[in-house]
C-alpha cells in the first residue's frame, strides 16, 4: 500500500472511531478532541447563499461540528454572488438547523468559525482575493483545503478553473466536492470529466450521490458479504427478479422549471437508483479499499446493455379531480413548466446483467413523483418454490431492504397460521431500525459523505469510469425520448403510477399479489 493510501486509510480509520465515539456518548462536551489539531482545515462553500447550501451544507456542517466529528481547527468560508453577512446567512440556515436549547452556546461558537465573501464566479481577481483571505488562517506548517461546489452545473467550468488557478493549497491537501448533475449525457458528461481531469487528479475530486451516505445503501455491502445465508442464494437460479425503487407523494411544488430541464429519469434513475443496483449485483471485492469496491462496481456497468424504447415506461402526473389541494394540479398546470412538455415525472426501466450470475434476472428500477406514497427501497423476489404441495398457496419470499422512510431489512416468507387450522399465511421476520436501535441516531446522508471527505475515503463517490458507463447506458433512450417527443403516458397525482408499468413487471417476472402489506414496527 502506498504512503498516500496508508494515509487515506488511516484517517478514515480514525474518522470512523471518533464517530463511533460520539454516538456513544451523547453528551459529551466539546473538548478538542478531534484529529490531530495540528493543522486547520478550510472549507469553502462556493454557492453559499444558495438552498443547497443551505438546507443541506450549513446543516450538515453544524451537526458534524457539534458531535465533535470535524479537525478542532476547521474554519467555514462561503462564497456567492449574493452580498450578505454571516448574521444574514445565519438567520437564512436556522430553521434547518435543528438546534437544541442546551446546544445554543455550541451554535453560536459554530457561527464564529464562519466567513462570508461575495464574488463573481467568473472572476480571477475575485477568487484570488479569496485565496488571500484563506491564507490568514495558514499560520501553520499544514492546512488543508476542501472546496464544496453547491452550485448549479453551468459555472462548473469557470469555478474550478479558478480554484486550479488561483485557490490550491500550498501546505497540504485539496478537495472539490461537485454535486449531481455530473452532464445532461454521455457527451456532456465526458466534457466535464475532461475538464476536471485536465485541472485535478481523480483523488482530488469527490462526485456525490447523497444515496450512497443511506444507511441502508450503506448496509448492502455487510449484508452480502458479512452473512453466510444470503450469498448462496444471490444468483440467477434462486432470484425471480429485483426491483428498485424510489416514490415521492408530491409534485414539482412549484419547481418545475427547474425539474423540466432533466426529468425523473435524469435526476434518480440514472443516479441513485443505478447506484444501488451496482451494491446489490457486484461481486466481492478484493478488499474494503474504496477502488476495489468501485472496480466491482464498474464491472457491472459494463455488463449492461443500453437501455431500448421496449425496456421502459415513462408517465407524467395529471390532477386528480377528487384530490386537495396540490393533487387537483398536474405536472403542467404547474406554471414554471413549459406548456406542452413531454418530460417524464414517472419511469419504469428493466436491465439486464449479462455475466454468469445474473443472466437473465430482470433488475426492475421505478421512480415518480405524485405516486400513492414515499418509498425508497430495494426488493428481491425470489423464485417460486419448485414441487408445491399447498395447491398454490404460497406466496414468493421477498427480502426487502427499506432505505426510506423508516430503515428497515425484513424477509416475507409464508408461515402456518396461528391456531387449529393447518392453513398458511405471509409474514415477516423484520429488522426495523427505529425498534431494535431507538437510541442509537442515524447520521444525514450529507454527514458520512462530508466526513469521507475530510477523511480521504472515496468509498461511496463516484469514480470517472463509474460515471462514464452509467451515462453510456441512458443516454441513447433519453436522446430517443426528447427527439422523438416521445409522449408519456397520463397517470393521477396519488395513484400507483401508469397501469402499463405494471404490465411490464408482469412481463419480467416480477409477482405483485397485493395481499400483504409490511407494517413498521413502532
Known sequence: MSTNSLKSHIDAELCLALYRKSLKSKEMEHDGTHFDGQYPHLFVIMGASG?????????????????????????????????????????????????????????????????????????????????????????????????????????????????????????????????????????????????????????????????????????????????????????????????????????TQGRGGYFDEFGIIRDIMQNHLLQILTLVAMEKPASCQPDDIRNEKVKVLKSIQELKLSDIVVGQYVGNPEGEGDAKLGYLDDPTVPKGSVTPTYALAVLHINNERWDGVPFILKCGKALNERKAEVRIQFRDVPGDIFDGKPKRNELVIRVQPGEALYVKLMVKTPGMAFDMEETELDLTYGSRYEHIKLPDAYERLILDVFCGSQMHFVRSDELREAWRIFTKILHQIENEKIKPIPYIYGSRGPKEADQLLVNNNFTYTGSYKWKPKM
Request: charged residues 25%; hydrophobic residues 35%; proline residues 4%.
Open 51 to 251: 438552498d443547497l447550501a443551505q438546507k443541506k451544507i450549513y446543516p450538515t456542517l453544524w451537526w458534524l461540528f457539534r458531535d465533535n466529528l470535524l479537525p478542532s481547527e476547521t474554519v467555514f468560508y462561503g462564497y456567492a454572488r449574493s452580498k450578505m453577512t454571516v448574521d444574514q446567512l445565519k438567520k437564512k440556515c436556522e430553521s434547518y438547523m435543528n438546534v437544541k436549547p442546551a446546544e445554543k452556546e455550541r451554535y453560536e461558537e459554530f457561527w464564529t468559525l464562519n466567513h462570508y465573501m461575495s464574488g463573481q464566479y467568473d472572476s480571477r481577481t475575485d477568487f484570488e482575493h479569496l485565496n488571500q483571505e484563506l491564507s490568514k488562517f495558514e499560520r501553520g506548517p499544514t492546512a488543508n483545503r476542501l472546496f464544496y461546489l453547491a452550485l448549479p452545473p453551468t459555472v462548473y467550468e469557470n469555478v474550478t478553473v479558478h480554484i486550479r488557478n488561483a485557490c490550491m493549497g500550498t501546505k497540504g491537501w485539496t478537495r472539490v466536492i461537485i454535486e449531481k448533475p455530473f452532464g445532461r449525457d454521455l457527451e456532456s458528461s465526458e466534457k466535464l470529466s475532461s475538464h476536471l481531469a485536465s485541472l485535478f487528479k481523480e483523488s482530488e475530486i469527490y462526485r456525490i450521490d447523497h444515496y450512497l451516505g443511506k444507511e441502508m445503501v450503506q448496509n448492502l455491502m455487510t449484508l452480502r458479504f458479512g452473512n453466510r445465508i444470503f450469498n448462496p442464494t444471490w444468483n440467477r437460479d434462486n432470484i425471480a427478479s429485483i426491483q428498485i425503487s424510489f416514490k415521492e407523494p408530491f409534485g
